[in-house]
């Protein structure tokens, strides 16, 4: 099974920063990496698919990169809304897994 | 747009077998990959597993002994059972729709709470 491990597990951060978030895969998984967001009593939205393609409707500040194992999810511009918390998961093998969250409090 | 909508039992017993039902609208069930994902009450997500409107299924392997699924496509539907259920298994339960089983999940169902208790 593929481990996702994120970090960090938890940022504070203020409006108009920059956040970037990993995740690791613990085998390589080529682009197969996707990204969501989840907001409290809500389920997860698709933010980015295969690494770094962006996503209809999706506000331009978030992007991704990475392939292999080391993926990175960024927010330019974090606005008050993006406070959330944020999953990557892998679609390259069985079973499918996800990353354990890295949640954004933004203050 | 297509739009899921988990159904099912809010409260199951222990020992007892979960059942729920994802119908989707606004589109039709065939050609896509049709998932469920759980999440227990503040934890991260879970796969449970998914089948294609062709019946084929993949399961997780941590619950694959007590698992099934299945699909009607004349009702735009389909189906989990989880059986022997513990309170391990209290979660939100989702289903999500992906173009195949190695792909992401887009759209989700607005989930289901499934408690397991006495």
């Known amino acids: 099974e593929i481990v996702l491990t994120q970090s960090p597990d938890f940022q504070s951060v203020t409006p108009k920063e920059k956040v970037t978030i990993t995740c690791r895969a613990s085998?390589?998984?080529?682009?197969?990496l996707h990204w969501y967001q989840q907001k409290p009593d809500q389920s997860p939205k698709l933010l980015i698919k295969?690494?770094?393609q962006s996503i209809s409707g999706v506000p331009s500040r978030f992007s991704g990169s990475g392939s292999g194992t080391d993926f990175t999810l960024t927010v330019n511009s974090l606005e008050p809304e993006d406070a959330a918390t944020y999953y990557c998961?892998?679609?390259?093998?069985?079973?499918?897994?996800f990353g354990q969250g890295t949640r954004l409090e933004v203050k | 747009q297509v739009q899921l909508q988990e159904s099912g039992p809010g409260l199951v017993k222990p020992s007892e077998t979960l059942s729920l039902t994802c119908t989707v609208s606004?589109?039709?069930?065939?050609?896509?990959?049709w998932s469920w994902i759980r999440q227990p009450p503040g934890k991260g997500l879970e796969w449970i597993g998914y089948?294609?409107?062709?019946?084929?299924?993949n399961y997780n392997p941590s619950l694959q002994s007590r698992l099934t699924m299945s699909v009607d496509t004349s009702k735009n539907q389909f189906s989990l059972r989880l059986s022997s259920v513990t309170a391990a298994d209290t979660a939100v339960y989702y289903c999500?729709?992906?173009?195949?089983?190695?792909?992401?999940?887009?759209?989700w169902g607005q989930g289901t709470l499934v408690t397991v208790s006495s």
């Open positions: 999500a729709r992906s173009p195949s089983g190695r792909n992401s999940f887009d759209p």
């Open positions: 606004g589109g039709s069930i065939r050609t896509f990959c």
């Open positions: 089948i294609y409107d062709s019946g084929h299924t």
């Open positions: 085998q390589s998984i080529g682009s197969s």
């Open positions: 295969y690494a770094s």
């Open positions: 998961h892998q679609s390259s093998y069985l079973p499918i897994t």
